[in-house]
């Protein structure tokens, strides 16, 4: 099982193409969804929020500032995701009396 794990985290495949007929399941895109809120973030801040772009006319916009790439529009979901890198104080503060 180690190795599997291992094997799994170091495959890499960079997609070109998407084929826009094909979608993920729901059920599989939501078990990404929460594998991507269970993974683990330095003293649990959670710093992160995951836009999924749905409206073809918004993934339209957002091509050019993605170097024009196709798979912006063609794939069958779009995951901004938006990392806040410098948390304030009172974020912080917030975070610690939860």
């Given at each position: 099982?180690?190795?599997?794990?291992?094997?799994?985290?170091?495959?890499?495949?960079?997609?070109?193409?998407f084929d826009p007929s094909q979608k993920?399941?729901?059920?599989?895109?939501?078990?990404?969804?929460?594998?991507?809120?269970?993974?683990?973030s330095s003293y649990g801040m959670q710093?992160?929020?995951?836009?999924?772009?749905?409206?073809?006319?918004?993934?339209?916009?957002i091509k050019p500032i993605a170097w024009?790439?196709?798979?912006?529009?063609?794939?069958?979901?779009?995951?901004?995701?938006?990392?806040?890198?410098?948390?304030?104080?009172?974020?912080?503060?917030?975070?610690?009396?939860?």
């Open positions: 099982m180690q190795n599997s794990l291992l094997d799994a985290l170091n495959w890499r495949y960079a997609t070109k193409r993920i399941p729901e059920e599989t895109f939501e078990r990404l969804l929460e594998s991507i809120r269970l993974t683990p710093p992160l929020k995951i836009l999924n772009i749905a409206n073809q006319e918004l993934r339209e916009n024009n790439q196709q798979q912006v529009v063609d794939a069958s979901h779009l995951l901004v995701f938006c990392y806040q890198t410098n948390p304030g104080e009172q974020e912080v503060k917030e975070h610690v009396e939860r």
